[in-house]
């Protein structure tokens, strides 16, 4: 009989035991389809900021934008502005950039979540038609997202080759 009852104890032990992990499972599934929905939202507007900008929408550009979001250029080199801080600063950063140029597109090389699904990676081209029939300046791109819980870019940090870009622009001895 005391085996029986063990035996019973056992079992019920193990069903409540299965009946936890299955929580769990769940749980760690609803958390998992959570953060693939982000990071898909997140990729989706890192995507809608390039367009945006082949677009000249400088309106589209601060609605990504967190209100105190920053656009950040580590090599800017003094040529370019090194970014802008708060939808005022992103605007004046873009506004005089749009009319410069006849047509900017921006294909995407890979573009992936990060680990963090708040943080978004792209590697992507710039071709850009200069004016007046002046050619193209093309250029690589390597870009970090930064998203807040409302899918806002509150960071955005773009690499580029200043050299290369120094180049385009007829400003290699402004390099400093």
């Known amino acids: 009989m005391k085996t029986i009852v063990y035996a019973l104890t056992l079992l019920i032990g193990l069903s ?15 958390e998992i389809k959570m953060k693939k929905e982000i990071a898909h939202r997140n990729k989706a507007n890192s995507i809608a900021f ?16 967190a209100k105190n979001g920053e656009h950040i250029n580590p090599y ?7 970014g802008a801080k708060g939808h005022s600063e992103i605007r004046t950063y873009w506004e005089p950039v749009f009319p ?4 900017m597109e921006f294909p ?7 680990e963090d ?4 990676y792209i590697k992507f081209k710039g071709k850009i038609e200069l004016k007046n029939n002046a050619g193209w300046y093309e250029n690589d791109y390597y870009a970090i997202f930064k998203f807040n ?4 870019i509150t960071e955005y940090v773009e690499i580029f080759n200043p050299i290369v870009a120094a180049r385009g622009f007829g400003l290699i001895d402004k390099i400093k």
């Open 76 to 82: 800017a080199s003094g040529l370019f502005p090194d």
């Open 16 to 30: 409540s035991c299965q009946l936890e992990n299955r929580k769990e499972l769940e749980k760690l599934k609803e």
């Open 100 to 103: 410069n140029f006849e047509r």
């Open 117 to 120: 699904v708040s943080k978004v």
């Open 50 to 65: 390039l367009k945006a900008l082949e677009n000249k929408n400088v309106g589209a550009v601060l609605d990504l934008f």
């Open 149 to 152: 819980e409302e899918g806002k």
């Open 108 to 114: 995407i090389d890979e573009i992936y979540a990060m």
